[in-house]
């Protein structure tokens, strides 16, 4: 069955709007595409600047078992969409990746710039899916944990040229793909396993700061590469010397 789609002004959030659609709806495949969001929200409680000219989907999907966790499946599902984009040669010449588990980055002259992020919240034991992407809006003189850059500021600043990317459309095609991942498992694993060996710039990373769980508290520490083993969910913090492995779950957040 393929998603509803909702399209909006403004809301409140994206993510939001699908909780509520799912209650009163028939059919379990939700999704809400909005203009502008007045509180988006991020992981970790943090804000999603929503102004208009970016990507800000929800969509609602059942709970995935399988080693990928959720957020980095829906990054590379919104990858694969991109370089899918042969139609639409802005999208598709796009240096893009991920960094683990939900960033998607762009990377130009050796520097990485978040385009976007995925937010996996679960309601009812239902995944909704958040999809945030800076594409005509305006974000690189915001100054966040990580440099940002729109699709459109990245034309700007390497082609001089200021293009206006199909939102709308491009959010159809991200749903469609969402669409044959469900349909095609485990064959979408296989594919997105395949895919990870080329868009995922983590191994890429250096001298950056980890936020991880320790006990019972958060601790900060600087590392000078990493290593993330997806099969065994581990990841590898290495300095000097020294080599710290730890699980997915406790990793909180990968500053570069
Ligand atoms: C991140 O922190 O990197 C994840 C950002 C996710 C933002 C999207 S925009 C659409 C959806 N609605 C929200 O309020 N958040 C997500």
Request: aromatic share 10%.
């Given at each position: 069955m393929p998603y509803q789609l909702y399209v909006l002004k403004s809301c409140i959030s994206t993510q939001d709007e699908v909780k509520k659609r799912?209650?009163?709806?028939?059919?379990?495949?939700?999704?809400?595409?909005?203009?502008?969001?007045?509180?988006?929200?991020?992981?970790?409680?943090?804000?999603?600047?929503?102004?208009?000219?970016?990507?800000?989907?929800?969509?609602?999907?059942?709970?995935?078992?399988?080693f990928l966790p959720p957020s980095t499946i829906f990054s590379l599902i919104v990858i694969k969409t991109l370089y899918e984009s042969t139609s639409n040669s802005y999208l598709a010449r796009l240096p893009v990746g991920i960094?683990?588990?939900?960033?998607?980055?762009?990377?130009?002259?050796?520097n990485y710039y978040k385009l976007g992020g995925i937010l996996v919240e679960n309601y009812k034991n239902i995944l909704i899916v958040g999809i945030g992407l800076n594409i005509n809006n305006r974000v690189k003189e915001y100054n966040f944990e990580h440099k940002a850059i729109s699709i459109k500021e990245y034309y700007e600043i390497t082609e001089n040229?200021?293009?206006?990317?199909?939102?709308?459309?491009?959010?159809?095609?991200?749903?469609?793909?969402?669409?044959?991942?469900?349909?095609?498992?485990?064959t979408s694993y296989d594919h997105l396993l395949e895919l990870i060996k080329y868009v995922d710039f983590t191994p890429n990373l250096k001298n950056?700061?980890?936020?991880?769980?320790?006990?019972?508290?958060?601790?900060?520490?600087?590392?000078?590469?990493?290593?993330?083993?997806?099969?065994?969910?581990?990841?590898?913090?290495?300095?000097?010397?020294?080599?710290?492995l730890i699980q997915f779950e406790r990793v909180r957040r990968i500053m570069y």
């Open positions: 799912i209650e009163i709806s028939q059919n379990d495949l939700i999704a809400v595409l909005s203009e502008t969001q007045t509180k988006g929200r991020g992981t970790y409680s943090r804000q999603w600047l929503s102004d208009v000219g970016g990507l800000y989907l929800s969509l609602s999907h059942p709970i995935i078992d399988h960094i683990y588990p939900n960033d998607i980055v762009l990377v130009y002259k050796q040229i200021s293009p206006d990317i199909e939102v709308e459309e491009l959010s159809n095609r991200i749903l469609t793909n969402v669409e044959i991942f469900y349909q095609n498992k485990p950056i700061s980890v936020i991880y769980q320790s006990d019972e508290r958060e601790t900060v520490e600087n590392f000078q590469t990493i290593e993330v083993n997806f099969f065994s969910r581990q990841i590898k913090l290495n300095k000097n010397n020294s080599t710290l």
